[in-house]
């Protein structure tokens, strides 16, 4: 099972809204509504921000949104903060009863 | 609190074995699908396994590079989750979380414990 596909890097100034593509195949992304999103800061451990593609658990920003258009997932950050810097990754359940992570995307905050 | 505790990393020959921990606190693990999650150093995550609740009598999946080399188990009574890796390679060497699966997502994870497989 090959890594989803993500750009390797996303930037934006503070305040503006930007947009993590995550694109699979019909196996995965296209065919279940279980994409899951993560923020991982450097050296920490990752940190559930999206769920069954749409869903923020309780304490995540509002500012997160997550949604999907075919094998295509997407992650969107709205008001960008310095604190938004970090690691995304998105995942998504398999045929074959698996997972498998996307390749992930490196934040930067102008 | 709802916590999760591993341990067991280390330094290992290739060809070793090596046993991982994960304690859990803050939730009864019998209930709950858990999952390992693997990350090379610099490199992304990789998701290696995973074991069903016992409603689903403990069964398990493994990603395909593991897959007759790494065992998960659990032992409920310790509230503890296993991870034991066989036939390990230098390609093994990653951060390893345990991680719960709730709704699909991975919503609680551990600090990570640090497997270097090296000669």
């Known amino acids: 099972q090959s890594a989803l596909t993500q750009p390797a890097s996303v930037s934006g100034s503070p305040g503006q809204s930007i947009t993590i593509s995550c694109t699979g195949t019909?196996?995965?992304?296209?065919?279940?509504?279980?994409v899951s999103w993560y923020q991982q800061y450097s050296g920490k451990a990752p940190k559930l921000i999206i769920y069954?593609?749409?869903k923020r658990p309780s304490g995540v920003s509002n500012r997160f949104s997550g949604s999907k258009s075919g094998n295509t997932a997407s992650l969107t950050i709205s008001g960008l903060q310095a604190e938004d810097e970090a690691d995304y990754y998105c995942c998504s359940y398999v045929d074959s009863s698996t997972y498998v992570f996307g390749t992930g995307t490196k934040v930067t905050v102008l | 609190e709802v916590q999760l505790v591993e341990s067991g990393g280390g330094l290992v020959q290739p060809g070793g074995s090596l046993r991982l921990s994960c304690a859990a606190s803050g939730f009864t693990l019998s209930d709950c699908y858990m999952d390992w999650v693997r990350q090379a150093p610099g490199k992304g995550l990789e998701w290696v396994g995973r074991?069903?609740?016992?409603?689903?009598?403990?069964?398990?999946e493994y990603a395909a590079s593991v897959k007759g080399r790494f065992t998960i188990s659990r032992d409920d009574s310790k509230n503890s989750l296993y991870l034991q890796m066989n036939s390990l390679t230098t390609e093994d060497t990653a951060v390893y979380y345990c991680a719960r699966l709730r709704n699909s997502g991975l919503d609680v994870w551990g600090q990570g414990t640090t497997v270097t497989v090296s000669s």
């Open positions: 069954e593609g749409s």
């Open positions: 019909s196996s995965d992304v296209g065919s279940y509504n279980f």
């Open positions: 074991t069903r609740s016992k409603g689903k009598n403990y069964t398990t």
